[in-house]
């Protein structure tokens, strides 16, 4: 870890504390242990043709959600949103869960984030869904985003609100069309893993997929 820019340093330290992250140590040689805010893979730079300072590898910001055992490396894909990191009664850290840091009072207040989202946040969202007259699949995923629910526990949410038709329609009807573009990607995933493939070909495996969802045949 290189902490060159001590007006750099100061304005990671704000940002950190502006958005809930935890300063932690981070580093493999003890030499080279750092006070760090963020992942440990984050890279900031300064420009000298403008002045400015820039900030890249921001993929892993966000702390993690506990880690689910059946998903490999997690901690890489399933974060915590903005919101609901501003929600933890404690700073969180990026690299909790990930090969960089292993203190488990980090991972305990990742883990009583996480709680929050069942405990509180899937509740929250529901009641506010079921106050809706009318929604659209871009007002779901707003309403969720603004109270910190990732999209991922839309499968969650399902059963708290059945009792409203409209709601029930939207959310299935987002549950289905997000699933449907995860499986169109793995197909379109491993075309590419092929020889000469072309536009048509992602083309067709496209419209085969459509086929099989409306139409439930697995043969055209």
């Known amino acids: 870890i290189v902490k060159a820019s ?7 330290k704000r940002l950190g504390e502006s958005l809930n992250l935890k300063g932690h140590r ?3 040689a003890p030499k080279r242990v750092q006070v760090i805010y963020g992942p440990h893979d984050i890279q900031g730079y300064h420009c000298p043709a403008d002045g400015k300072y820039y900030l890249m590898s921001l993929s892993r910001l966000f702390p993690p959600t506990q880690p689910e055992p059946h998903i490999k490396n997690s901690y890489l894909v399933h ?3 903005p ?9 969180l850290n990026s690299d909790t869960f990930s090969p960089f840091n292993a203190d488990p009072e980090d991972e305990a207040d990742v883990i009583a984030a996480t709680e929050e989202i069942f405990s ?3 509740p929250t969202v529901a009641s506010t869904l079921m106050m ?5 699949s871009e007002q779901l995923t707003e309403i ?3 109270h910190g629910l990732n999209c991922r526990y839309f499968g969650r949410l399902l059963p708290m609100v059945t009792s409203s038709p409209v709601i029930t329609t939207v959310l299935c009807t987002e549950l289905v069309a997000r699933t449907f573009r995860r499986l169109l990607e793995d197909e379109w995933y491993i075309a590419a893993q092929q020889v000469g493939v072309t536009v048509p ?3 067709d495996i496209a419209i085969r997929m459509f086929h099989v969802l409306l139409d439930g045949d697995m043969h055209f």
Request: charged residues 15%.
């Open 6 to 12: 001590c007006l750099m340093n100061g304005m990671m």
């Open 26 to 28: 981070s580093g493999q």
């Open 79 to 81: 974060l915590l949103r």
């Open 83 to 91: 919101e609901a990191c501003q929600l933890s009664l404690k700073p």
């Open 120 to 122: 509180r946040l899937l």
């Open 132 to 136: 809706e007259g009318t929604l659209s």
């Open 144 to 146: 969720a985003h603004q």
């Open 201 to 203: 070909d992602y083309q």
